[in-house]
């Protein structure tokens, strides 16, 4: 079946540690995102790319970090730079960034930082 | 901000039908308007999306008003399983519109009562 792998389910960290978080898609999808959720909130997309070896910054950009060197791939490292890192973190992909095309979500990593 | 204004709660019955409204008051005639729901530690499912016709899929259908600054999503037959967080967002026509067009707000949870 096609679709969206997140993995881990659960990532537990010390903080001052990186860490990164896998996203993998079999869709043949050209775009890919990355959202934070918080308990009770909406999701913050923290970044996304159009294509392969390039992406853009979201509106919550700070202490995160992306790459796209795969068009299947798009992993998020969260560095030891951002503030509060625990939280839900979901990825998503489309076909094209583009209005017509639907969002297809992963199951989510859900981060603890102690 | 989200550019989307949801209540923040909604209840209905099993089986009844469920019409759950979005404001886009400042949307641009290029947006596409975009429905998703999210069950508890799950991510996001999509459900319908339009321009400016209504339409109809096998999950749900869309109402959009004649100026496009509102929708409702209507649930012909709430189930069980319907309950949930729903979320109206907007998508750019075109890529590289604006990474504001891919914020969630909080939704509105459905509870549907058996």
């Known amino acids: 079946d096609g679709g969206i792998t997140q993995s881990p389910k659960y990532l537990f960290r010390k903080e001052g540690q990186n860490v990164t978080l896998s996203c993998e898609q079999n869709l043949n999808h050209d775009a890919m995102y990355w959202y934070r959720q918080d308990p009770g909130q909406g999701l913050r997309l923290i970044y996304y790319s159009q294509i392969v070896n390039d992406f853009q910054k979201g509106d919550i950009a700070e202490g995160y970090s992306v790459s796209r060197e795969k068009k299947e791939s798009f992993p998020l490292t969260v560095t030891s730079a951002q503030k509060n890192p625990t939280a839900f973190y979901l990825c998503?992909?489309?076909?094209?960034?583009?209005?017509?095309?639907?969002?297809?979500f992963g199951n989510g990593t859900r981060l603890t930082v102690t | 901000d989200a550019k989307t204004t949801q209540p923040n709660s909604m209840e209905s019955n099993e089986e009844e039908p469920v019409h759950l409204p979005c404001n886009h008051s400042t949307i641009s005639g290029t947006d596409y308007i975009h429905w998703y729901r999210q069950l508890p530690s799950q991510g996001p499912e999509y459900v319908i999306h339009g321009l400016t016709s209504n339409v109809n899929n096998r999950m749900a259908s869309l109402a959009i008003a004649e100026d496009r600054k509102s929708s409702t999503l209507i649930l012909h037959r709430a189930t069980l399983r319907d309950a949930a967080v729903y979320y109206c967002?907007?998508?750019?026509?075109?890529?590289?519109?604006?990474?504001?067009?891919?914020?969630f707000g909080k939704g509105t949870k459905l509870s549907v009562i058996p």
């Open positions: 998503a992909s489309s076909e094209v960034d583009r209005g017509n095309s639907p969002l297809h």
């Open positions: 967002i907007l998508r750019g026509a075109y890529s590289g519109a604006g990474s504001y067009q891919l914020t």
